[in-house]
């Protein structure tokens, strides 16, 4: 089966072909991360405007990639939450459009379950079941993966997503949007041993998250070294050494609950190298394996998509002509594909 993969929930919009023989045939992407520079943080009104006035260009790009033409594709995903409600609009009335011209079926998918299944893109997928760290711009969650569409939730962020909070202490520290990144090339540049920032919530027993303390740590940390110009790196570095330090004491433990043996990473901070370095000791340690999608599809992309709709629609699941987005949806709603009757 050929599967169109269709994202555009937040500030990416991603297009993909997926072959269920041959793999991934081609992704396109555009990021706004210009459109949204200016502002500091990502405005709905312009998400959804630019990707209506993407998504054709990008689905023409990646099935002249694919060497596929649209009468050969078989499906085609989308996502339907969670998400920025008009964004999410504008790729999926795009996708069931397109899949009601060509007479085939459209499916919308999770974009958590996405991003959880990006790594079998690569090779040496990680086989069932797994633990997945996911931590992106809303989200943050261990979840133990028995099989597709079987998720257990673990434990979650209780307030701040590991992404939110690399964002909001890049501004602290008046970094540009997009912050993560921004982030952690400063962080480079830090001293490790200079602060020293709380591990929260790793002292008590449980796989929760809390990260909104940390902000106020670094507000506080700044406001005591104004005038410092050597502080900021020094402050960064400390911020990334204590969210990496806090999400491998975690993933540690989810491991050891669970007695899995594999370990993914998955989501928009799962691009941040010190993580990558650090979640590959601890896998190490627990004789555990640990599975990453190239840096590409941490973040936003279409091949995430297009591989979940792939795996649903090759399942038999389908869903009725109409359609709904939803900005919330919990993973654990979520169930294995159902094949039409
Ligand atoms: O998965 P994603 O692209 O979009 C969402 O679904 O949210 O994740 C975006 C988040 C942003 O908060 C961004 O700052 C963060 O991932 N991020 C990073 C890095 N690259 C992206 N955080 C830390 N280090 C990075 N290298
Ligand atoms: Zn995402």
């Known amino acids: 089966m050929k599967i169109l993969g269709i994202e555009s929930s937040c500030d990416e919009t991603g297009v993909a072909v997926y072959d269920?023989?041959?793999g991934l045939l081609a992704h396109a992407l555009h990021s706004q991360v210009e459109t949204h520079a200016v502002y500091g943080g990502v405005v709905p009104e312009l998400a959804s405007r630019?990707?209506?006035?993407?998504?054709?260009?990008?689905?023409?790009?990646a099935l002249d990639e694919a060497g596929v033409a649209k009468s050969a594709l078989d499906g085609i995903a989308y996502t339907r939450g969670p998400?920025?409600?008009?964004a999410l609009l504008a790729g999926a009335s795009f996708a069931r459009s397109l899949a009601w011209s060509l007479d085939i079926p459209a499916l919308g998918v999770h974009h958590m379950e996405a991003h959880l299944l990006a790594p079998m893109l690569e090779e040496n997928p990680p086989e069932f079941p797994f633990v997945a760290l996911l931590v992106s711009g809303g989200h943050t969650m261990l979840v133990l993966v028995a099989g597709l569409g079987r998720y257990r939730l673990l434990g979650q962020s209780l307030d701040d997503a590991a992404g939110e909070?690399?964002?909001k202490t890049a501004k602290l520290l008046e970094l540009p949007y997009p912050g993560g990144p921004a982030l952690e090339k400063l962080a480079e540049e830090g001293d490790p041993g200079r602060f020293?920032?709380?591990r929260p919530m790793t002292d008590?027993?449980?796989l929760d998250f809390s990260f909104s303390g940390l902000k106020t740590f670094t507000l506080n940390t700044v406001h005591a070294n104004d005038g410092d110009p050597t502080a900021r790196a020094d402050i960064a570095r400390a911020f990334q050494d204590a969210v990496v330090d806090t999400m491998a004491i975690k993933c540690r433990r989810a491991l050891q609950q669970t007695g899995v043996d594999r370990l993914v990473v998955a989501g928009g901070v799962g691009a941040n190298q010190a993580l990558r370095a650090r979640l590959r000791e601890v896998a190490e340690a627990e004789n555990a394996t640990v599975h990453y999608p190239r840096l590409a599809l941490c973040t936003d992309n279409g091949a995430m998509v297009a591989y979940l709709g792939h795996c649903r629609l090759a399942a038999g699941e389908r869903a009725d002509l109409s359609f709904d987005v939803t900005a919330r949806w919990s993973l654990e709603?979520?169930?294995?594909?159902?094949?039409?009757?």
Do not use: N, S, Y
């Open 196 to 198: 020293r920032f709380p």
């Open 83 to 86: 998400g920025l409600m008009g």
């Open 20 to 22: 269920g023989d041959r």
């Open 165 to 167: 909070a690399f964002d």
């Open 333 to 341: 709603e979520l169930t294995e594909p159902r094949p039409a009757a």
């Open 204 to 206: 008590r027993p449980g």
């Open 50 to 61: 630019d990707h209506i006035q993407r998504l054709v260009p990008l689905t023409v790009e």
